[in-house]
């Protein structure tokens, strides 16, 4: 459901520069039904927000992972209708984690210009905590993740101390990296090693190693998917009806 932080904002133009992605690309993606159709403005110009921001990634994203459009569009139709950009660059910053080499390198200039505002140094201290970008190189040069950036560009105005932002990085490596153990060890036990033990045919071993790797998208949308309904519960336990208000950790 659209917030007022989803309010569209941006002409194709602007969406394209800011997606790092073409025209045409929007333009095909609505086409498919992968991408919401923007709200139509004064003098009928179409106008995007987060929201479209946080799609093309996760897109961008699976398309990175080796998914075909018809998987995609299956993978996003599982998907909630209720979630917002924040939602959404989270799953991409999760599916993101199966490729952690996909950081790209620019200029300051051209962070800015992907940020869509002036980035003050402690914008930029505030964004490394976040994981969106390291410093490399000269002081002008970064790496960056896309995904990562979109979301952490979004956080930039909310009253979080510098601190928080690192104490809660931790506890999310911390947490997602066991998650991820146990769920390595659940698969390679229960599913892996008893197919390798009764297939005799080595292509078919090899066939169905390379048919695993696509189902890590699938288990990342599982575990967002439930930890979005966990925090949600959370939230309304500390904090009762105001956790229901809009703007929370569903967007509702």
Do not use: C
């Amino acid at each position: 459901m659209a917030t007022e932080a989803d309010e569209p904002t941006l002409t194709v133009d602007e969406l394209a520069a800011r997606a790092g992605v073409t025209v045409r690309t929007i333009r095909f993606y609505g086409t498919r039904g992968l991408l919401p159709p923007p709200a139509i403005g004064p003098r009928r110009i179409g106008r995007y927000g987060p929201g479209h921001l946080s799609r093309l990634a996760l897109i961008e994203e699976l398309q990175h992972q080796g998914m075909t459009l018809a998987a995609i569009e299956r993978y996003l139709e599982r998907l909630p209708e209720d979630l917002n950009a924040h939602d959404l660059a989270i799953h991409r910053a999760l599916v993101a984690s199966w490729t952690p080499d996909s950081a790209e390198e620019t200029t300051r200039a051209e962070l800015e210009r992907r940020a869509g505002r002036a980035l003050s140094e402690e914008d930029i201290d505030r964004l490394a905590a976040m994981g969106a970008l390291q410093r490399a190189g000269g002081p002008a040069d970064f790496r960056i993740d896309p995904g990562l950036l979109r979301l952490g560009v979004q956080l930039l105005d909310v009253p979080i101390a510098y601190e928080t932002i690192i104490a809660a990085r931790t506890v999310l490596m911390e947490h997602t990296r066991s998650a991820a153990h146990e769920l390595t060890r659940l698969f390679q036990e229960e599913v892996w090693e008893p197919y390798r033990e009764r297939e005799p045919d080595p292509a078919r071993v090899a066939a169905m190693e390379s048919r695993s790797a696509s189902i890590q998208p699938m288990v990342v949308q599982a575990l967002v998917t439930a930890f979005q309904r966990s925090l949600k519960e959370e939230l309304r336990a500390a904090f009762g009806a105001r956790a229901d208000a809009p703007g929370d950790a569903d967007g509702r």
